[in-house]
């Protein structure tokens, strides 16, 4: 099996086999933290040190262990990723710690990254498993965000609302009011809000392929009939 080529691997990780809206996994913390942007953003980012740790990791030990227990290895290699992530959030982004809650430690349990680690790493070079974690890790993280700032934005009224539990003092000065007085819509920040908003982000993605798909085949069946003639 020929490796996949570097353009492939970013393109798989941000669009086409994008773990969150592609793949559908990740779906607990997908649908449970992103009522705001920067909760999304905080789960985004732990989740692609995550990958890339762990892919690293793996992709450096693939010949040493054996196949029968690899995947216990596996576990055992993202589980220790995730308790420095945890400790180091704890440490420094002790607020935004606090509003993840248990979902940082269940990243051991996200199925994106033992499957990375499974079907990707344990199976390719280290600078293509980086490549790889760094592209599924930042395709979810756009997920997380861009559902989080339509929840809140439909929700609140407004973007990246306590942002200075990321960014300290100069987070004060990023909240955007974009709806003045808005009085809320409490769907869009309830767990029905998140089924629905991932709802539309996967048609919006469906939508966008098959326009693609049309383009494309619009361009290539002419030429096609004129190679026959």
């Known amino acids: 099996m020929s490796d996949p080529t570097y353009t492939q691997i970013l393109k798989d990780g941000l669009w086409t086999n994008n773990p969150g809206i592609v793949q559908l996994l990740g779906l607990c913390p997908l649908l449970a933290v992103t009522t705001t942007a920067i909760n999304g953003l905080g789960m985004g980012l732990a989740t692609l040190l995550t990958l ?5 990791i793996v992709s450096l030990i693939r010949k040493l262990v054996r196949p029968e227990v690899r ?27 606090k509003i993840l809650g248990i979902f940082i430690p269940l990243i051991v ?6 499957g990375r680690a499974e079907s990707f790493a344990s199976r390719h070079s280290v600078d293509r498993a980086l490549l790889d974690a760094l592209a599924m ?17 439909i929700g609140q009224g407004t973007l990246l609302s306590q942002a200075h539990l990321m960014f300290g003092e100069f987070g004060q000065n990023l909240t955007l009011t974009v709806i003045d ?4 819509f409490l769907l869009a920040i309830l767990p029905p809000g ?25 361009t290539v069946l002419p030429d096609a009939q004129a190679s026959r003639a």
Do not use: D, K
Not at 52 to 56: A, E, I, Y
Not at 72 to 97: K, Q, R
């Open 181 to 184: 007085n808005y009085r809320g």
């Open 137 to 153: 890790g930042i395709g979810f993280t756009l997920v997380l965000v861009a559902l989080g700032s339509m929840r809140e934005l």
């Open 52 to 56: 890339v740790f762990s892919n690293l």
């Open 109 to 114: 349990t996200n199925c994106a990254i033992i």
């Open 194 to 218: 998140a089924f629905i908003g991932l709802g539309f982000l996967i048609a919006g993605v469906n939508v966008i392929n098959a326009r693609r798909q049309a383009r494309l085949e619009v």
């Open 71 to 97: 995947i216990p290895v596996f576990v055992l290699v993202i589980a220790s990723v995730v308790t420095v992530i945890e400790l180091a959030m704890n440490a420094w982004l002790h607020e935004l710690y």
